[in-house]
T-cell receptor, first 112, second 111 residues
């Protein structure tokens, strides 16, 4: 069965510091991979997606993610975090179904 | 272009009462989904639809029913609400498979 693991429940960084949020998936073939962001009291917004091709994908708000097949990972990165990036981030995976499987989320806190 | 809208935004029910949540999308999307979000559990799929007139069960369908009579609307019903259904409910839609667009959510409390 497909599954997604986000090992970090809560991460705290200083504004201007770099960020990496981890995501590992379980699936035999190459899945479709997504990162979503949820600001407090809001719905989820798509940050970026990977379907095939270049394993480094660029998204909105200066985020990028790298697909690593050997590690079954799709980590989200940002070189310099802004206070407005404080939110909850969800990794999601889909493969040969009509459905997405979401991780449990990582809450990002940004200190000035 | 409003995207995905959900009605109502907040609701408080007593145990045993019924209600319907409405999701509407104006993007002509084929696929629509209902999720619930609970602390520490991410999003769990309740029911979904791959087109007008179709519905299918997701991960946690018990206690919920859905209908997709019109392409743009997807209704989620609770026939007899229970405290365990206290949650935030999100609707989503997609044109192509997987790339989902989410509504702002409905916060439901069952007392």
């Amino acid at each position: 069965a497909q599954s997604v693991t986000q090992p970090d429940i809560h991460i705290t960084v200083s504004e201007g510091a770099s960020l990496e949020l981890r995501c590992n998936y379980s699936y035999g073939a190459t899945p479709y991979l997504f990162w979503y962001v949820q600001s407090p009291g809001q719905g989820l917004q798509l940050l970026l997606k990977y379907f095939s091709g270049d394993t480094l994908v660029q998204g909105i708000k200066g985020f990028e993610a790298e697909f690593k097949r050997s590690q079954s990972s799709f980590n989200l990165r940002k070189p310099s975090v802004h206070w407005s990036d404080a939110a909850e981030y969800f990794c999601a995976v889909a493969a040969n179904t009509d459905k997405l499987i979401f991780g449990t989320g990582t809450r990002l806190q940004v200190f000035p | 272009n409003a995207g995905v809208t959900q009605t109502p935004k907040f609701r408080v029910l007593k145990t045993g009462q019924s209600m319907t949540l409405l999701c509407a999308q104006d993007m002509n999307h084929e696929y629509m989904y209902w999720y619930r979000q609970d602390p520490g559990m991410g999003l769990r799929l309740i029911h979904y639809s791959v087109g007008e007139g179709t519905t299918a069960k997701g991960e946690v369908p018990d206690g919920y029913n859905v209908s997709r009579l019109k392409k743009q609307n997807f209704l989620l019903g609770l026939e007899s609400a229970a405290p365990s259904q206290t949650s935030v409910y999100f609707c989503a839609s997609s044109y192509k498979k997987y790339e989902q667009y989410f509504g702002p959510g409905t916060r439901l409390t069952v007392t």
